[in-house]
């Protein structure tokens, strides 16, 4: 089974900038739909972006205009770039891949990051 591996978080002053990216730990064949969910504290865990292999991307309302997702498919890794981050977008990141295929054919789905941490704070 393949690792999600994430990294990118860290503390940041309100309207300022981070990004984070996933790679999976091992050598894959392709990966169809890549994306970012967020948790915070008491909330539940909701959808911040997500893009397909094709490039097609969907945001939450709440980080159109702000944040942009993208994908290297060579190194099967997605980014998450954040701009005018505000102190609501703090929460645990997590990576999120479907449709995992291996090399032989095998599929996987619904794999997970372990979580980075994100904290706007001044």
């Known amino acids: 089974q393949v690792q999600l591996v994430e990294s990118g978080g860290g503390l940041v002053q309100p309207g300022g900038s981070l990004t984070l990216s996933c790679a999976p730990s091992?050598?894959?064949?392709?990966?169809?739909?890549m994306g970012w969910y967020r948790q915070a504290p008491g909330k539940q865990r909701e959808l911040v972006a997500r893009?397909?292999?094709?490039?097609?991307?969907n945001y939450a309302d709440s980080v159109k205009g702000r944040f942009t997702i993208s994908r290297d498919n060579t190194k099967k890794t997605v980014y998450l770039q954040m701009n005018s981050l505000k102190p609501e977008d703090t929460a645990v990141y997590y990576c999120?891949?479907?449709?995992?295929?291996?090399?032989?054919?095998?599929?996987?789905?619904?794999?997970w990051g372990q979580g980075t941490q994100v904290t706007v704070s001044s």
């Open positions: 893009i397909t292999s094709g490039g097609s991307t």
């Open positions: 091992r050598s894959i064949f392709s990966i169809n739909t």
């Open positions: 999120y891949a479907d449709r995992v295929r291996y090399y032989g054919g095998t599929v996987g789905n619904d794999y």
